[in-house]
């Protein structure tokens, strides 16, 4: 069974940083794409960033330049380096790995969420 844990979420001040991690845990084969997602209050889920296996990333206009994604393929985690927070980066942010386990092909697995808030 495989689960994805996410820590880091917080409150900090418009200006400030912080880094969310990721990290799955089971059994599986291997991992894809991962990704990070958010949903602030009213809106829908929207993409933000994600990397490659091989490391080549992509970023959603309004983050490019402030946040910056990695993986750890040898501890099978994501972290979201998040600098020059903005209130409107306020929202609970969502990890998601594309897994291969032994029994299915590539499969969307999701954390739990982590909320992240930017006020003075």
């Known amino acids: 069974q495989v689960q994805l844990v996410e820590s880091g979420g917080g409150l900090v001040q418009p200006g400030g940083s912080l880094k969310l991690s990721c990290a799955a845990s089971?059994?599986?084969?291997?991992?894809?794409?991962m990704g990070w997602y958010r949903q602030a209050p009213g809106k829908q889920r929207e993409w933000v960033a994600l990397i490659a296996p091989g490391g080549i990333t992509n970023y959603a206009q309004d983050v490019k330049g402030r946040f910056t994604i990695s993986r750890d393929n040898a501890n099978n985690t994501v972290s979201l380096q998040m600098n020059s927070l903005k209130p409107e980066d306020t929202a609970v942010y969502y990890c998601?790995?594309?897994?291969?386990?032994?029994?299915?092909?590539?499969?969307?697995?999701w954390g739990q969420g982590t909320q992240v808030t930017v006020s003075s």
């Open positions: 998601d790995f594309k897994i291969k386990t032994y029994d299915t092909g590539f499969l969307d697995y």
């Open positions: 089971g059994s599986f084969l291997s991992i894809g794409v």
